[in-house]
């Protein structure tokens, strides 16, 4: 690092931090619908970072949509795709429950393998109607360009577009699980599912509520995932990986511990990424977790109480 | 107001209860006195929907209850009260009495009755359910199964692990739910003084049937003792 001076690497730093930030944004958006479809009802998504890619090709429909349709409304239409992504993932997330989920609770493993079954599904039907080639939405003028608070530092408008959504999406599940019924059912169920149902709460209902707002977060990540990248079918793969180790890391079930390992994971890689190299960073931050781990296997956040 | 018959229950392949019949009545309290392991919990559980029948009806103020999952018995008015209380540990104990009103419609607060019968409830009301004596947890697990308003209260070895002076406070704010509420209660117990003191009526189970039924005020204390003695 000798040939680099303290400003530029301080440059570097803030560049990189924010570059880790706008990953965080992803990662936390990510692992805020696994978070809570793995806590509610112990299933691992692995078709998450497909439900994040109907997300991107439903914002790229609309964006291509509107260009065609509705030019003059360019600029703001970002605002209603969000939504629009949203529910796009957020219908499909319904049915897969509906068809296949359901019918596999309490088979962790064959959860595991289905949902990675039906990832590949997912993918082909992509590669098929989207074609193989990587497509990308246009970005309104106010979305481009960059802030530059010195000379030597460039901060993209679209990273910071994110991180605010993100911020807001965080503390609208936050509020959804601290604050509405919805979330002191499934805060409930996944203390102890029988004693929920004793209690009158269909939990059935609550399960597929709960999958289909998973999916339908992951579908907003993918909106905003398509600001920063273009979008192929199998964009979501590449994400999945380390939306796991963010989950298992903050510790299942706990939004403060998600967002921090979020944090921490994407800030680790993209400092790291940067100094080493990718895989190196990667390496890096992937031994540090497993040792984390080792010595707190419930992750960051378990909170303590007699059970 | 409960009529179960020929109730049987098996764990796998070996059947554990073997057609079991009781009634409770209207505003009564019926209590199911038997040692451990003679199939009080597993009736319990069988008739809230957590286990599964292979025979028999549930019927519930004229309404067959088999074959409904665990919340919509509870709607058609069951509460229960599990054997170690199984409290939402990581819920305050707000929220934890709010989760009963689930079925209990247009009902958001919970009622100041609630509080009026348990106190120390609304003393340690933002505190998490987990962080409260075994007393207390009890305490929250009734008044839970309470604010749904139920027909039939099912509680489950309620004294369980818990020290003599509470054992003594929840039978008085038993008797004082039967007093204010119409309501039918059914208690499966192991100490005969306690159930004394709240029952009407006393049943006693052994293997997975029912042999020895009596009313409070004729029942012979050391004939009961001695179907409960180890």
């Known amino acids: 690092m000798g040939d680099f001076t303290t400003q530029e690497l301080m440059a570097i730093l803030a560049m990189q931090g924010f570059a880790g930030l706008s990953l965080f944004s992803v990662l936390l958006l990510m692992a805020l619908g696994l978070a809570i479809i793995y806590g509610q009802m112990r299933v691992i998504n692995m078709a998450h970072g497909e439900f994040m890619v109907i997300g991107a090709y439903a914002t790229y429909l609309f964006s291509t949509f509107i260009t065609a349709q509705m030019p003059g409304m360019l600029d703001y239409y970002l605002i209603l795709a969000i939504p629009f992504a949203f529910l796009a993932a957020f219908v499909v997330g319904w049915i897969v429950e509906f068809l296949l989920i359901r019918h596999l609770y309490h088979r962790p493993l064959d959860t595991l393998l289905a949902t990675w079954g039906l990832a590949l599904i997912m993918q082909q039907a992509f590669r098929s109607g989207f074609g193989a080639r990587e497509v990308s939405v246009r970005l309104p003028d106010w979305l481009q360009g960059s802030y530059r608070p010195t000379m030597m530092i460039d901060i993209p408008i679209n990273g910071l577009a994110i991180m605010v959504l993100t911020i807001l999406v965080t503390a609208g599940v936050a509020w959804l699980l601290y604050k509405s019924r919805w979330g002191l059912r499934v805060r409930c169920t996944t203390t102890n599912r029988e004693m929920a149902g004793a209690v009158g709460i269909n939990t059935r209902n609550v399960d597929r509520l709960t999958f289909a707002l998973g999916c339908g977060i992951a579908g907003i990540a993918g909106a905003a995932f398509t600001t920063i990248s273009s979008t192929g079918p199998t964009s979501g793969s590449l994400y999945i990986v380390d939306t796991f180790l963010v989950v298992v890391f903050g510790g299942a079930g706990s939004l403060l511990g998600t967002v921090a390992s979020a944090f921490t994971i994407a800030q680790g890689q993209s400092i790291l990424d940067f100094f080493i190299g990718g895989s190196m960073g990667k390496v890096i931050t992937l031994l540090i977790v497993v040792a984390i781990l080792m010595i707190r296997p419930e992750g960051l956040f378990a909170s303590k109480v007699r059970r | ?230």
């Not at chain 2, 409770?24 to 009736?43: P, W």
């Not at chain 2, 359910?129 to 009734?142: E, F, K, P, R, T």
């Open chain 2, 1 to 230: 107001m409960l009529e179960v018959s020929g109730l049987k229950v098996s764990y796998g392949q070996s059947e554990v209860i073997h057609g079991v019949d009781f009634t409770a009545r209207r505003n009564e309290t019926l209590a199911i006195m038997g040692r451990n392991g003679m199939g009080k919990t597993t009736v319990f559980k069988t008739l809230i929907g957590i286990l599964k029948h292979n025979a028999g009806s549930i019927v519930l103020d004229g309404q067959e209850l088999t074959g409904l999952p665990s919340h919509a018995r509870v709607a058609a008015g069951l509460a229960y009260v599990p054997q170690g209380r199984m409290i939402f540990s990581h819920l305050t104990v707000m929220e934890n009495i709010e989760a009963g009103l689930e079925t209990a419609p247009g009902k958001k607060q919970i009622p100041d009755e609630i509080f009026s019968l348990f106190p120390v409830l609304h003393e340690m009301r933002h505190r998490k359910g987990g962080n409260l004596s075994g007393g207390q947890q009890q305490q929250l697990a009734i008044a839970r199964a309470l604010v749904s308003e139920p027909k039939v209260l099912l509680l489950d070895e309620p004294t369980e692990g818990i020290q003599p002076s509470i054992i003594k406070e929840i039978a008085q704010t038993l008797n004082e739910i039967q007093k204010m509420r119409d309501i039918t209660i059914v208690v499966s117990e192991q100490i005969l003084s306690f159930t004394l003191d709240i029952a009407d009526r006393l049943m006693v189970i052994e293997s997975g049937r029912m042999v020895h039924d009596v009313a409070r005020d004729n029942c012979d204390a050391d004939k009961i003792t001695s179907y409960l003695s180890v």
